[in-house]
């Protein structure tokens, strides 16, 4: 699917680097997410966005700060990482909150390591 | 929280065998989906399904929500079907699109 596009899609970064996820999404959806996927662990929900405000913030550590500057585009920004925070960045959207409407799209993904 | 159970956890099918996947969840729900995730990482949406039944080729979803399961059943089978499969729903009391997976099942289909 080329509906919601992530980059990059590979990172490598050590503990002290301060670094940038960017989702675009191309569908004209209202709501945006960003998901965690770690090795042998389910899914985890990081942030909800709805038009531009964040819904959800599902007690995520300090050193992930998201911004969601309109309603196409949703940033996860990085700093002072630790190694567990190695996994799959997910990004999704969805037409809107709740019901058919709730249906989400994901992107790609961004492979992240820290060092 | 609501709790999200996959089972099996893994299965290796036949090219052109038929399978059926379950997800069990402890708590009314407004949205359940299922996922394909291929190989590369790529999250596919299947089905939208909080009740009822729904086909799409070769891939059928069920959901019996009175009785808190979700049946994925997949026909004939083909290689291209490998991957984890993702059940995941958003708690009957929510309305913020937070949807809790479950960890998956992890199909192989050998030629």
């Known amino acids: 699917e080329t509906g919601v596009t992530q980059t990059p899609r590979h990172l490598v970064m050590g503990m002290t680097n301060k670094k940038s996820l960017k989702c675009e999404q191309h569908l004209g959806h209202n709501a945006m997410y960003w998901y965690k996927q770690s090795a042998k662990k389910p899914l985890e929900l990081m942030f909800v966005y709805s038009l531009e405000e964040r819904v959800e913030n599902n007690s995520v550590p300090s050193r992930f700060s998201p911004e969601c500057p309109n309603s196409s585009h949703l940033f996860l920004h990085l700093h002072t990482l630790q190694p567990e925070d190695s996994a799959l960045y997910l990004c999704a959207s969805s037409q809107d909150l709740g019901g058919s409407t709730d249906t989400q799209y994901f992107g790609p993904g961004t492979r992240l390591t820290v060092l | 929280g609501i709790q999200v159970e996959q089972s099996p956890p893994d299965l290796i099918l036949q090219e052109g065998a038929n399978s059926t996947l379950r997800c069990n969840f402890s708590d009314s729900v407004n949205n359940l989906q299922w996922f394909h995730q291929n190989p590369w990482g790529q999250l596919i949406n299947l089905f939208y399904?909080?009740?009822g039944t729904k086909q799409n080729g070769r891939l059928s979803a069920t959901t019996v929500a009175t009785e808190r399961y979700s049946l994925l059943y997949i026909s004939s089978s083909q290689t291209t079907d490998s991957g984890v499969y993702f059940c995941a729903v958003e708690p009957g009391s929510s309305n913020t699109g937070k949807l809790i997976f479950g960890q998956g099942t992890t199909l192989q289909v050998k030629p």
């Open positions: 399904i909080p009740s």
